[in-house]
């Protein structure tokens, strides 16, 4: 495995690593409502908050699954978002035109973020290749798909993989074949498989232990709503973060609920920058910047005017701000002592004060 300070990957013009500000990815999946109108405004909104980069969903309804009404196919789950349409008809619903990928990609490009795709399924890969995207993204209910990732993985280009539900074998197994096909570059993103998820249930303190496992860039793909759990997994050490994200909630569509609306992305970016800032290194003693600040700590004054040869006592000596005398470990072996000559109130306290 490789050393993950040394796995530093390069996303067309952006580089993921933890000398970087976290890459932030707007994943726009269904929330175009079917409109190329809204999902170019939608590409514009993401670039307008500060993402990094634009991802999009490559497959057809026929390419992720049958066209059965019922059985397996049926969505019957009580607390799902898509209770009562088979998968077919979601998926029809949800899918994005492949004829709007070269437009979506080419704004993202003008407006400086890149633009890349999850595929599902090899004609999905081919097309993209087609279209030169920087990278591909392989979805957490594809982890375990090992034939579409190795796939991908035979691009040469950099993957990043989705890891819900996925058991630590599973993963491995995965990794090994993406590596073994042509992965170089390589981010693992911890991933909540429920929609929406919430913080309870995100365990982003698996992201450092992706990382000693695997030796690799890690991450978050968060379906968790507002931007807590996005900022507590770059403190933890993410690097990337994927959001799902739309015009606003209210205009509905197959995502919008988990959705971030563009003031909510914005802030994603700005607080996960701050997070990112705010690591540092393992540091102790005053920073330059705060060097200023050490005259406002308490330190011993002469509290009342005093005459040469008078004792120091508790009236005439005292511990205050600012820090110009002597420090406040001395108050005890100072108390006592004779004064060697005149001071006035407010005279901070030296050693050759003290006869």
């Given amino acids: 495995m490789r050393s993950a300070a040394m796995s530093r990957v390069r996303i067309g013009r952006f ?3 933890h000398d970087q500000r976290p890459f932030i990815v707007a994943e726009m999946s269904g929330n175009h409502n079917q409109s ?8 514009e909104a993401a670039a307008a908050a500060g993402a990094h980069a634009l991802k999009l969903q490559t497959y057809t ?35 994005t035109p492949w004829e709007w990928h070269a437009p979506l990609f080419k704004r993202a490009s003008e407006l400086g ?40 993985a035979q691009t040469g280009k950099p993957m990043i993989i ?37 913080p309870g249930n995100s365990n982003v303190k698996t992201i450092p232990h992706l990382r000693k496992l695997f030796g690799c860039q890690v991450g978050l793909s968060d379906h968790s709503m507002g931007v807590g ?40 970016v700005i607080e996960t920058e701050r997070a990112w ?9 005053p920073t330059e910047a705060e060097k200023p600040s050490l005259k406002w700590r308490r330190s011993l004054y002469i509290a009342e005017d005093v005459k040469a040869g008078e004792v120091l006592d508790k009236k005439n000596l005292r511990c205050v701000r ?34």
Avoid at 190 to 198: I, L, N, Q, R, V
Avoid at 233 to 258: I, M, N, P, Q, Y
Avoid at 277 to 285: A, D, E, P, T, V
Wanted: charged fraction near 25%; aromatic fraction near 8%; hydrophobic fraction near 40%.
């Fill in 36 to 43: 190329l109108e809204r999902a170019l405004a939608l590409v």
């Fill in 229 to 268: 759990t996005a900022v507590a997994a770059v403190a933890l050490g993410a690097t990337v973060v994927e959001k799902h994200f739309t015009l606003r909630r209210a205009d509905g569509g197959v995502d919008s609920a988990f959705s971030l609306e563009p003031e909510e992305l914005a802030a994603l």
């Fill in 277 to 285: 800032q705010s690591l540092g290194h393992i540091h102790y003693g």
């Fill in 113 to 152: 973020m890149e633009g890349f795709s999850t595929p599902f399924d090899e004609t999905a890969v081919e097309f993209l290749e087609d279209l030169g995207v920087p990278c591909y993204k392989i979805a957490s209910f594809e982890c375990t798909d090992l034939p579409l990732v190795k796939r991908v």
């Fill in 61 to 95: 309804a026929d390419t992720i699954t049958l066209d059965v009404p019922d059985g397996d196919f049926f969505i019957r789950d009580e607390g799902s978002l898509w209770k009562g349409q088979s998968l077919h008809e979601l998926y029809k619903l949800a899918y």
């Fill in 162 to 198: 989705s890891t819900g539900m996925a058991s630590i074998a599973e993963i491995d197994e995965t990794v090994r074949t993406a590596r073994n096909h042509g992965c170089r570059d390589l981010v693992l993103l911890k991933c909540t498989s429920t929609y929406p998820a919430t």
């Fill in 322 to 355: 600012p820090g110009l005398g002597l420090e406040p470990k001395y108050y005890e072996t100072v108390l006592g002592r004779r004064v060697a000559r005149d001071a006035k109130k407010g005279t901070p306290m030296t050693w050759d004060l003290i006869g």
């Fill in 15 to 17: 580089e993921v690593g």
